[in-house]
């Protein structure tokens, strides 16, 4: 237009991407491999990751559906029936200590809550974030995602004088299943609570114990009675085979679920409520986790068989949905190995830089194909 001048558009912004905090997406790196055992004559058996393939319990479906017809907004908090059936859940099943609702919060799935627990923390630069030394990826992610240093130590002497804000632990064990026992996980408490640390127990496990017995954070033997600076993560994907609802739960210091319900709330984290009712009647009625249970502990047996008559050493594996396996080569030789059997597996060095001679083998496949491993690792 006549008589106007042109106003030149600023360019954006300098800034750093959040992904380049981040390591490269793991699994990412199997395509290879798994080409390779998607190729053999009787098809891949897909051992590489947790996900849950049996059917979600016939109740469960029914009471999402029926919580469906509900038409406003969820609260980020929970409806109470939800948040009451979480706290009785956790001490009937597992003899934590009794909660009262207000110290229970669903999640949009625990890998999410993982993943952002150390911003909505409020950490950040500075802080340091302890993961075990062998360790689920997400715990590294919140961390490098909040700009806090993570740290990894399986015992508080590794940790010296530094300055601790925040400590994963995570019993029974993914990768390894290694299950810590309460004097263990009572010693890491005491040590957190003497520095002003938060403990963070990721317990998603804690329903499939094979070996040993494991204990949840809440538990009085280790909590003393008192869930003051405890959250205790969990998730109804492997035992109640809803992963698809992304349904989960923290528990533990009230005044830790306020802060983080209060940040959830302003930034719209909020469960679907078909699925609070679904994991209310779920968290309400045993039966349908210790059939899961069972199928699970018929898995182990055949592929814990199969895998050392193939020669391989087992180490821990004492409860969750994993063999940690080794033969004492690099990990990456193992998986070649397996998948040229048409078996995919998990490399060890995902979890952490000690996993670099092991593999992690999950038993998350349908007995078929469990039954198609087990006859390949024999011939």
Same mark, same amino acid.
């Given at each position: ?256 679920? $306020?802060? /983080?319900? =209060?940040?959830?709330?302003?930034? !719209? ?5 078909? @699925?609070?009712? *679904? +994991? %209310? ?60 059997? $048409?078996? /995919?597996? =998990?490399?060890?060095?995902?979890? !952490? ?5 092991? @593999?992690?083998? *999950? +038993? %998350? ?15």
């Amino acid at each position: 237009m006549t008589g106007t001048r042109s106003v030149p558009i600023p360019s954006p912004r300098p800034r750093t991407s959040p992904a380049s905090r981040l390591p490269d997406f793991p699994w990412d790196t199997l395509a290879g491999v798994k080409a390779t055992a998607a190729a053999h004559p009787g098809g891949i058996v897909d051992l590489s990751v947790g996900t849950p393939v049996d059917p979600v319990a016939e109740p469960i479906r029914r009471a999402l559906y029926e919580g469906s017809a509900f038409p406003g907004y969820p609260a980020t908090v929970g409806t109470p029936a939800l948040r009451e059936a979480a706290a009785a859940a956790l001490t009937r099943r597992y003899g934590a200590l009794e909660l009262p609702g207000d110290a229970v919060l669903p999640v949009v799935g625990t890998k999410e809550a993982i993943a952002w627990l150390p911003t909505t923390l409020g950490l950040g630069a500075g802080d340091t974030v302890v993961i075990p030394e062998l360790a689920y990826p997400t715990y590294e992610v919140g961390a490098l995602l909040a700009g806090a240093t993570p740290v990894r130590a399986d015992g508080t002497a590794q940790l010296g004088p530094a300055p601790v804000a925040l400590v994963f632990v995570n019993s029974p064990s993914n990768p390894t299943g290694k299950v810590l026992p309460a004097e263990h996980l009572r010693k890491v408490v005491d040590w957190a609570r003497e520095r002003g640390a938060i403990v963070a127990s990721d317990e998603c496990y804690l329903g499939l114990a094979w070996d040993a017995e494991p204990v949840s954070v809440l538990d009085p033997r280790v909590s003393g009675g008192d869930p003051t600076g405890l959250i205790a993560i969990h998730s109804l994907s492997k035992t109640s085979n809803l992963a698809s609802y992304r349904a989960g739960f923290l528990a533990g210091d009230p005044a830790l679920i $306020g802060e /983080l319900t =209060a940040v959830r709330k302003h930034a !719209g984290l909020i469960m679907p409520f078909p @699925v609070q009712a *679904a +994991m %209310t009647y779920a968290l309400s009625v045993d039966v349908h986790e210790a059939h899961q249970r069972e199928r699970y502990a018929r898995r182990r047996a055949a592929l814990l068989a199969a895998v050392t008559g193939a020669g391989f050493r087992v180490d821990h594996s004492d409860a969750g949905l994993y063999l940690w396996a080794t033969r004492g080569e690099p990990c990456r030789d193992t998986v070649a190995w397996f998948a040229e059997r $048409g078996i /995919l597996v =998990a490399p060890g060095e995902f979890y !952490g830089p000690s996993g670099t001679e092991h @593999v992690r083998i *999950a +038993m %998350t496949a349908t007995d078929e194909r469990i039954a198609a491993a087990a006859e390949r690792l024999a011939s």
